[in-house]
């Protein structure tokens, strides 16, 4: 069994923990194939699952209702696109929100990414440039809190 932890965007984060919840085995930013979509859509979908096995426990991040720009519809479109082939595939998945996340990471539910960094360095000694990957991390990390409550 793993812990799989992903970050829905443009550039998806994914990182899978092994069963002690603490042996990073994969971390990834994925980002499709090509520039256009719906095509770079639907090869990041397919790259998020070639990445998947059966019995990982999958926590995935909630949509971001507040944010604003160009990319924010196909934020949502990746995001249904993932767990429609979750779905599809029979793996079920937990929703965490935006601000869970932080409060997780750093106990307080409205830092800023870049604020997360040290928190995540100082409580499981976790590095990353991408903050798609550090926030894919602690989602993986609550997927193993949720199944291994302490």
Request: positive net charge; aromatic residues 10%; contains cysteine.
């Amino acid at each position: 069994m793993r812990y799989v932890g992903i970050d829905p965007s443009t550039m998806t984060g994914f990182v899978a923990l092994g069963s002690d919840g603490v042996e990073v085995q994969r971390t990834k930013e994925l980002t499709g194939n090509g520039k256009e979509d719906p095509k770079r859509m639907v090869f990041l979908v397919d790259e998020v699952m070639e990445h998947l096995r059966q019995n990982d426990r999958v926590c995935i991040e909630g949509f971001s209702y507040g944010s604003q720009g160009k990319f924010v519809g196909q934020q949502y479109g990746i995001g249904w696109l993932i767990r429609t082939a979750l779905f599809r595939r029979g793996l079920k998945y937990v929703e965490v929100s935006p601000g869970q996340l932080k409060k997780f990471a750093s106990g307080k539910g409205n830092d800023s990414k870049d604020n997360l960094i040290i928190p995540i360095y100082k409580s499981w000694g976790f590095q990353h440039s991408s903050d798609n990957v550090r926030d894919a991390f602690v989602l993986a990390k609550i997927s193993y809190h949720l199944q291994n409550p302490a």
